[in-house]
C-alpha cells in the first residue's frame, strides 16, 4: 500500500493499492447489487482505516504471557469515535469498528438540499467530554465537500483538536475547499475523481451512495 499526498494539499492523500483500486472499480459498476455494494464498501474501508488510524499514539501495558511478564505496546488515551455521516457513512462503519472494536459511534445527520446542495442537519450525538477523543469522521461521497465542512465545523465547536477523514471517493472541487479550511485534518480517500456534474455528483463517481447502500432507489 502506497500513499500519494496532494500537490497541493498536503493534508490530502489518495491510499493506493491494486487491490482498492479493483475493488473501487467493481464498486462503481451500476449492474452490482445492493449486497456487493456494501461488501465492497467494507473491504475498501478496511484499507483505507489501516492507514487513516497508522498514527494513532502507544503506550505501554504490563501484561503476563504464558512465559513472562513485559511491557506491551497498547493503543494511549481515551477511546477514539467513529462518526459516520447519516446515511452513507454508516456503510463504513462495520469496517472500522472491526480495526478499533472499543471505539465509541457517534452520529451526524446531514442531507444535502438538492436545489442550494446546501447540508442540512438533523442529528447531532458524540460521547460526553469528546474532546481528548479522536474522532474518525466517514462518508463515501466527499462532493462538493459541504457536508464534511459542517462535520468538522461541529466538532471543533465541540473543543475536538484531533479529526481524521475517511472518504471513498472525492471530487476536486470539495477537496480543494475543505482542505483550504480545514487543513488541520487529515483526508484519506481511495479515489481523487475527475470534476462535479451541474447536480453535484462526482464524476465518473459512483452515484447517490446512500441509495445504493440501502436501496432506496
Ligand atoms: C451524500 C454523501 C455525503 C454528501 C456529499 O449524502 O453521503 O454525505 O452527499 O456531498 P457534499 O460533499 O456535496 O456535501 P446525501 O446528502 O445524499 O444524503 P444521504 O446519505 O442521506 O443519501
Ligand atoms: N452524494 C452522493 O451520494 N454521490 C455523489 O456523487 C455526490 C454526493
Same mark, same amino acid.
Given at each position: 500500500?502506497?500513499?500519494e @499526498?496532494?500537490?497541493?494539499? +498536503?493534508? /490530502?492523500?489518495?491510499?493506493?493499492?491494486?487491490?482498492i *483500486?479493483?475493488?473501487? #472499480?467493481?464498486?462503481?459498476?451500476?449492474? +452490482? *447489487?445492493?449486497?456487493?455494494?456494501?461488501?465492497?464498501?467494507?473491504?475498501?474501508t478496511? /484499507?483505507?482505516?489501516?492507514?487513516a488510524?497508522? %498514527?494513532?499514539?502507544?503506550?505501554?501495558?504490563t501484561?503476563?504471557t504464558?512465559l513472562?511478564?513485559? $511491557? !506491551?505496546?497498547?493503543? !494511549?488515551?481515551?477511546?477514539?469515535?467513529?462518526?459516520?455521516?447519516l446515511?452513507?457513512?454508516?456503510?463504513?462503519?462495520?469496517?472500522?469498528l @472491526?480495526?478499533?472494536?472499543?471505539? &465509541?459511534?457517534?452520529?451526524?445527520?446531514?442531507?444535502?438540499?438538492?436545489?442550494?446542495? $446546501?447540508?442540512? &442537519?438533523?442529528?447531532?450525538?458524540?460521547?460526553?467530554?469528546?474532546? %481528548? &477523543? =479522536?474522532?474518525?469522521?466517514?462518508?463515501?461521497?466527499?462532493?462538493?465537500?459541504? *457536508?464534511?465542512?459542517?462535520?468538522?465545523?461541529?466538532?471543533? #465547536?465541540?473543543?475536538?483538536?484531533?479529526? @481524521?477523514?475517511l472518504?471513498?471517493?472525492?471530487?476536486?472541487e470539495?477537496?480543494?475547499?475543505?482542505?483550504?479550511?480545514?487543513?488541520?485534518?487529515?483526508?484519506?480517500?481511495? *479515489?481523487?475523481? &475527475?470534476?462535479? +456534474? %451541474? =447536480?453535484?455528483?462526482?464524476?465518473?463517481?459512483?452515484? %447517490? !451512495?446512500?441509495?445504493?447502500?440501502?436501496?432506496?432507489?
Amino acid at each position: 500500500m502506497s500513499i500519494e @499526498t496532494h500537490p497541493e494539499f +498536503n493534508n /490530502f492523500h489518495v491510499v493506493k493499492h491494486p487491490l482498492i *483500486s479493483h475493488k473501487l #472499480s467493481l464498486l462503481r459498476d451500476v449492474k +452490482n *447489487s445492493k449486497k456487493t455494494f456494501k461488501e465492497l464498501v467494507d473491504e475498501i474501508t478496511l /484499507f483505507l482505516g489501516y492507514e487513516a488510524t497508522k %498514527d494513532l499514539p502507544l503506550t505501554t501495558q504490563t501484561i503476563r504471557t504464558p512465559l513472562e511478564t513485559f $511491557e !506491551a505496546p497498547v493503543l !494511549a488515551g481515551k477511546k477514539p469515535v467513529i462518526l459516520p455521516i447519516l446515511r452513507a457513512g454508516i456503510g463504513m462503519v462495520d469496517s472500522l469498528l @472491526t480495526l478499533m472494536p472499543s471505539a &465509541r459511534v457517534g452520529h451526524i445527520g446531514l442531507y444535502r438540499n438538492e436545489e442550494t446542495l $446546501e447540508p442540512q &442537519r438533523y442529528y447531532f450525538k458524540i460521547p460526553q467530554n469528546s474532546q %481528548d &477523543r =479522536h474522532f474518525f469522521i466517514c462518508d463515501p461521497m466527499l462532493a462538493t465537500g459541504g *457536508s464534511m465542512i459542517e462535520t468538522v465545523n461541529e466538532l471543533k #465547536s465541540e473543543g475536538v483538536t484531533r479529526i @481524521t477523514v475517511l472518504c471513498i471517493v472525492a471530487a476536486p472541487e470539495g477537496v480543494k475547499r475543505f482542505c483550504q479550511l480545514h487543513p488541520d485534518v487529515q483526508v484519506y480517500a481511495a *479515489s481523487l475523481d &475527475r470534476q462535479l +456534474n %451541474d =447536480h453535484g455528483y462526482i464524476l465518473p463517481g459512483l452515484g %447517490d !451512495a446512500g441509495d445504493r447502500l440501502f436501496g432506496t432507489k
